[in-house]
């Protein structure tokens, strides 16, 4: 796959490589799974923090693998990144914040956005703070790929299912599209094996359409790696 915005035949084609979104997506998971293992049982539980917290964390984790030379691919992982805009009166203002970005030499970037669930964090800002941001091109204003990601808390009364009737029901909010009649397709194209699920949404002429895939892990309430549910 080309850098986006290069052409097959062109020189910068065969130096820059664009990672699939497979790959991003399933080193981010076992990232997330090395670091949880690691840290599990030490200090505040990783289920009580908070969800900038956890990104932060994890991105921090992801920068020592790319200094270290572990990371599998070019590019580089940011973590809370700032979108920036000029108000009227010229002062700087934070119009968005993604949670984890990957970014390649200018091409668009990869944007994860991740989303507490359980003893106090609803599901509903899966859709409404997270998958919504995405369709008004306030995540991923440049990009045709993006993914959305759920960590649910231990003993949290709502599930993946209830994740999938929220996107059900507001599948017009979303601007949706459906691929062979279903809108949230299976298995996912973007990361088959991480993923439980994609979603295509419409956006305004000035940001792409956009295809999210959709990851779901719990958080281990004892040491040991999460797994995808």
């Given amino acids: 796959m080309t850098a986006a915005g290069s ?3 062109t020189p910068w084609a065969y130096v820059v490589r664009r990672a699939p979104a497979s790959a991003i997506l399933g080193y981010l998971l076992a990232c997330w799974q090395d670091y949880e293992q690691h840290y599990s049982g030490i200090g505040v539980p990783l289920a009580a923090r908070t969800e900038p917290q ?10 020592q693998r790319q200094e270290t030379g572990d990371q599998p691919f070019d ?10 805009d000029l108000a009227p009166d010229g002062k700087r203002i934070v119009v968005s914040r993604s949670d984890i ?8 970037n990869f944007v994860v956005e991740f989303k507490v669930i359980g003893n106090g964090r609803p ?9 919504a941001r995405f369709v008004a091109g306030r995540y991923g204003q440049r990009s045709a790929e993006g993914a959305m990601w759920a960590f649910f808390r231990p003993g949290s009364a709502e599930v ?9 029901a507001n599948l017009v909010a ?14 996912s194209t973007l990361a088959p094996s991480v993923a439980r699920f994609d979603s295509v949404h419409a956006r305004d002429p000035d940001c792409p359409r956009i295809r999210l895939a959709h990851l779901f892990v719990s958080i281990a309430p004892h040491p040991g790696p999460a797994e995808p549910v």
């Fill in 75 to 84: 590019g580089e992982f940011y973590a809370e990144l700032n979108r920036v």
């Fill in 160 to 168: 993946v299912t209830h994740v999938e009737a929220l996107i059900d």
């Fill in 7 to 9: 052409a097959e035949d």
């Fill in 123 to 131: 599901a509903k800002a899966y859709v409404e703070d997270g998958m």
């Fill in 101 to 108: 970005e990957w970014r390649l030499y200018g091409s668009p």
């Fill in 174 to 187: 979303l601007r949706c599209e459906a691929e062979d009649s279903v809108y949230r397709i299976a298995p």
């Fill in 54 to 63: 956890l990104t932060e964390a994890l991105g921090a984790y992801l920068l």
